[in-house]
């Protein structure tokens, strides 16, 4: 028989071996996860979590491949995270220079592709 429940988060250790078990330990507060289990064994899980996106960052070609404005831009982009009380956040990536940016930072490539999905009742 299978259950479905909200994992509480002195549990998170039962998510190794699964795609959640590298990114559990920095989801924030107010993340919860979705597990199916059948006996004592998680079969399934997904997070819903409400981390901040930030997206469409530019810099201007005249300094891009200096430090200045990409540190700002750092700086001010995690001070506005922090003022919002999350513990990360979600970025894109479309180009070998910001790719290198957050490499150097360090951020963490996720796995797979992002999907926006449609919850609404009208869709």
Do not use: F
Not at 17 to 30: C, M, R
Not at 100 to 119: F, I
């Amino acid at each position: 028989m299978m259950t479905t429940r909200i994992l509480p988060v002195a549990q998170y250790d039962r998510l190794r071996g699964t795609e959640l078990q590298d990114v559990a330990s920095i989801l924030p507060a107010d993340a919860e996860v979705v597990v199916v289990e059948e006996a004592d064994e998680i079969v399934g899980c997904w997070a819903l979590i409400p981390y901040y996106h930030a997206e469409g960052v530019w810099i201007a070609p005249a300094h891009r491949g200096r430090a200045g404005v990409a540190k700002r831009l750092w700086n001010g982009m995690r001070e506005l995270a922090q003022q919002k009380q999350t513990g990360a956040i979600l970025t894109g990536c479309a180009s070998s220079e910001v790719k290198a940016l957050l490499e150097h930072l360090p951020a963490v490539a996720l796995p797979g592709v992002t999907y926006a999905v449609s919850v609404r009742k009208d869709a």
